[in-house]
């Protein structure tokens, strides 16, 4: 009891920050294994067949790795025009973090996956 009530604390903040970056470095790996699967030319279903993810999830690692420099060509499912009426709708919709906003202000016209890669775009270059 006496070693619990003297070592416990530090102790547990030593696991939590073991399992942090254990938690870390495998979102690091599942990135990079999509990366490779879209540098050698997999489109967002084949890779998500291949991984075992449906494509929402697929296309939110392409947005990140965008974000981190990598050079992923958003515009390839997503357009300028979209991109554009997107970014009126940033503004208009007084630049909301979710994408539901975004989805219900286009009447479901525009899907989730496009709203998140314009945003991401935009982020990159406003």
């Given at each position: 009891?006496?070693?619990?009530?003297?070592?416990?604390?530090?102790?547990?903040?030593?696991?939590?920050?073991?399992?942090?970056?254990?938690?870390?470095?495998?979102?690091?790996?599942?990135?990079?294994?999509?990366?490779?699967?879209?540098?050698?030319?997999?489109?967002?279903?084949?890779?998500?067949?291949?991984?075992?993810?449906?494509?929402?999830?697929?296309?939110?690692?392409?947005?990140?790795?965008f974000e981190e420099g990598e050079a992923i060509d958003l515009k390839q499912w997503v357009d300028l025009s979209t991109i554009?009426?997107?970014?009126?709708?940033?503004?208009?919709?007084?630049?909301?973090?979710?994408?539901?906003?975004?989805?219900?202000?286009?009447?479901?016209?525009?899907?989730?996956?496009?709203?998140?890669?314009?945003?991401?775009?935009?982020?990159?270059?406003?």
């Open positions: 009891q006496r070693k619990l009530e003297v070592y416990g604390p530090e102790f547990i903040e030593v696991i939590k920050t073991f399992l942090e970056q254990k938690k870390r470095k495998k979102k690091i790996s599942t990135y990079k294994k999509t990366l490779a699967l879209y540098n050698k030319g997999k489109t967002v279903e084949e890779i998500a067949i291949t991984r075992g993810l449906n494509q929402t999830t697929v296309f939110s690692h392409l947005a990140k790795l554009k009426q997107i970014k009126i709708a940033k503004q208009a919709l007084n630049n909301p973090e979710q994408l539901r906003p975004y989805f219900d202000f286009f009447e479901g016209k525009i899907p989730y996956a496009q709203i998140r890669l314009a945003l991401t775009y935009l982020e990159i270059n406003p």
